[in-house]
């Protein structure tokens, strides 16, 4: 692993945010993984980037460490298998608390997610916990995806909404940016979600701690190489994951105290 540190511009990150990470979670990436760090140091020369590789067997990681020798800024986390994307977001965060970064970005490595629009994102987070990358609201779109995909991301994101009762409008999206003392009140160590279900998750803990949580429209677009990891024990799990955390919370939970107007209750997660 690449253990250096600072920006080579000798500015301390992002203005009005501070040092930046952005994670990129990869598992089979390895046409995406150079094409994404590339458009990440031009959109955002400030940020430096983590990927987190889940010993992909098409050689994800070694392309990253290759070009991670060759760029201080670019560091890798290896893993030693497939262990889904909630684990490797976890890893990947704890590592940037670790070393001191004031800010995580969430990135997928597929380029679905511009790291053109990534600016927009990190100003919004000077006035926020938690900044989500939204493709359900005016303004945002997604590019060249399915009707059965976006009927799956509309329907999924409306079922969260009525179930949680989260002012969230796409709570499944999976461009982020975190400040880090943010996370200290997520309780990561407790995350059991692997796929989707993360993101919807830790906008739920942000929801239920009172955190402050703005949401950018961004244009979302298809993959154009690799494969998706998309698969129905991914939908299932978010479904009753979410159905879980309804119930729990009409039982008695923060998010339900703070309706109410208690808003005193330290959350206890599931
Ligand atoms: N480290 C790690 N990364 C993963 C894992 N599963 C998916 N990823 C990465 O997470 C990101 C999102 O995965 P995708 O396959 O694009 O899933 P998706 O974006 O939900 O689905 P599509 O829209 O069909 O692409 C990509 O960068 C993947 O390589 C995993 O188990 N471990
Ligand atoms: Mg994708």
């Known amino acids: 692993m690449n253990e250096s540190f600072g920006t080579d511009d000798g500015t301390e990150g992002y203005?009005?945010?501070?040092?930046?990470?952005v994670v990129i979670p990869t598992y089979n990436e390895?046409?995406?993984?150079?094409?994404?760090?590339?458009r990440i140091r031009r959109a955002v020369p400030a940020a430096e980037i983590l990927v987190?590789?889940?010993?992909?067997?098409?050689?994800t990681g070694e392309i990253a460490d290759r070009l991670a020798a060759a760029?201080?800024?670019?560091?890798?986390?290896?893993?030693?298998?497939k262990q889904g994307l909630g684990a490797a977001y976890v890893a990947g965060f704890s590592w940037a608390r670790e070393h001191g970064y004031d800010a995580v970005v969430e990135m997928d490595a597929d380029g679905?997610?511009?790291p053109e629009e990534l600016p927009g994102l990190l100003d919004a987070a000077r006035d926020a916990d938690v900044v989500i990358g939204s493709r359900w609201m005016s303004g945002g779109q997604v590019v060249n995806w399915p009707w059965h995909r976006q009927l799956l991301s509309r329907g999924g994101n409306l079922y969260t909404r009525l179930a949680l009762g989260m002012p969230v409008s796409d709570a499944t999206g999976g461009y982020r940016?975190?400040?880090?003392p943010t996370l200290d009140k997520l309780d990561l160590d407790s995350v059991a979600s692997q796929g989707y279900s993360f993101q919807v998750e830790l906008s739920w803990r942000a929801h239920q701690a009172g955190l402050r949580t703005v949401e950018v429209p961004i244009t979302f677009a298809e993959r154009e190489r690799g494969a998706s990891k998309m698969s129905p024990v991914i939908i299932g799990e978010a479904l009753w994951r979410v159905t879980l955390w309804s119930v729990l919370d009409r039982r008695g939970g923060p998010a339900r105290d703070?309706?109410?107007g208690d808003a005193d209750r330290q959350p206890r997660w599931p």
């Open 15 to 21: 203005p009005g945010v501070g040092r930046v990470l």
């Open 30 to 38: 390895a046409d995406n993984v150079g094409v994404i760090v590339d």
């Open 52 to 59: 987190a590789d889940d010993n992909s067997p098409d050689g």
């Open 71 to 81: 760029d201080k800024r670019l560091h890798v986390l290896h893993r030693t298998g």
């Open 112 to 114: 679905s997610h511009a």
């Open 177 to 180: 940016v975190y400040r880090v």
């Open 258 to 260: 703070r309706r109410r």
